[in-house]
């Protein structure tokens, strides 16, 4: 199990990044939050889940111990797989998560894309009494992100990839005027659409 790595960050994208260990470049699956807090250049250091599958293996990154452990429990209920758990802490945080799952809250957990009322209330079932100590405060509007509306995580993970901040205020606006006031999707979709307004669909 690799449980964390430490080195420059050699690249980033809407996804990941690629962190320099000892001259091997790590690709790590990371959630635009952990992503907005990267810069190429420079030393970071990400807590890391090592998923295993028969034709792959493939690196979880994590800003920190906390959020690892919560995506490492949240596989081990009925139908949640990696790609869902880091879906759920790139829609909330942590403890929003912990909460939602004590309190029974299936609509902060149906906020995720591919969670529907029946998959929250089978993770409210059989993760309650393991989700560990809730933290103080008011669970995570929709389009928030660890207290951090869409907009910032989405123009700090632009500039984070390599985008002036001129340019992220432009696709952040841009992404606004098409909402038009409805409820915003998951971060990770709008960091996408931003992306391809900047002509640079991957």
């Known amino acids: 199990m690799i449980a964390s790595v430490r080195g420059r960050v050699a690249s980033l994208a809407p996804d990941g990044a690629v962190i320099e260990v000892g001259g091997v470049g790590l690709a790590v699956a990371c959630t635009p939050a952990t992503l907005a807090a990267l ?88 993760l309650r009494d393991r989700v560990g ?31 002036t901040a001129g340019q992220a205020d432009q696709a952040v606006g841009a992404v606004a005027a098409e909402l038009d006031g409805q409820p915003a999707p998951a971060v990770p979709v709008l960091l996408k659409r931003a992306i391809q307004l900047l002509g640079r669909v991957r």
Not at 134 to 146: E, F, K, L, N
């Open 39 to 126: 810069r190429l250049g420079e030393d970071a250091r990400l807590a890391t889940s090592l998923v295993v599958r028969e034709d792959s293996l493939t690196l979880y990154g994590f800003a920190d111990d906390d959020a690892k452990q919560l995506f490492e429990l949240l596989q081990t209920a009925s139908g949640v797989g990696p790609r869902l758990a880091q879906a759920v802490l790139a829609v909330h945080a942590p403890d929003v998560v912990r909460r939602a799952i004590v309190s029974g809250d299936v609509t902060t957990l149906t906020r995720v894309p591919g969670i529907g009322k029946k998959g929250a209330e089978r993770l409210i079932l059989e």
């Open 133 to 163: 100590p809730v933290g103080s405060g008011d669970a995570t509007a929709p389009g928030v992100v660890a207290g951090v509306a869409w907009s910032d995580q989405v123009r700090q993970a632009l500039v984070g990839l390599g985008w």
